[in-house]
């Protein structure tokens, strides 16, 4: 019995060892919620070829309504983007219930695009700095899964 119980004994310890608290889990995931959300938009204005409707897995409210404005207007513009954004989360905080009774988390974080493009039909690069934008963003508890309801940007980081 010995030896079972010392085999179990190191993934028990590895395990509480990266165990959240429900809070904390919930920070983590608000946190990926925003990460998730710019590599998305990241993809879709990389690829005008992909469906629009990825968003609805990553935003919600105004937030999916502003990117999916944002990203058509792209498309008609045939703008075509390259490489991924950078997403620095510098502070997340649980911010109680929203309207509907949800719960929500404010999330700021640093979106680099410093090694992103945006180029023209013609090849020409419109990306035009500040490169480095601070966005907060609110990350509202949905079904299964956390989304990002709305995003505000502060300023540049």
């Given at each position: ?18 165990t959240?608290s ?5 920070l ?8 998730k ?23 919600s ?18 703008l ?78």
């Amino acid at each position: 019995s010995t030896a079972s119980a010392s085999t179990s004994a190191p993934p028990a310890a590895s395990a509480s060892a990266t165990t959240l608290s429900p809070a904390e889990q919930d920070l983590q995931d608000a946190k990926q919620a925003v990460v998730k959300l710019w590599q998305v938009v990241d993809r879709l204005t990389n690829d005008p070829r992909t469906t629009l409707q990825d968003l609805d897995t990553v935003a919600s409210g105004e937030a999916l309504e502003f990117f999916r404005k944002n990203l058509a207007s792209y498309r008609l513009q045939r703008l075509t983007g390259s490489g991924d954004s950078v997403i620095e989360v510098q502070a997340v905080q649980a911010a109680g219930n929203n309207d509907q009774g949800r719960a929500i988390w404010k999330v700021t974080a640093c979106v680099d695009a410093s090694k992103t493009k945006l180029v023209d039909s013609a090849g020409k690069n419109v990306s035009a700095p500040p490169y480095r934008i601070q966005h907060r963003s609110v990350v509202v508890q949905r079904t299964q899964s956390l989304l990002v309801d709305q995003d505000e940007v502060l300023g540049t980081c």
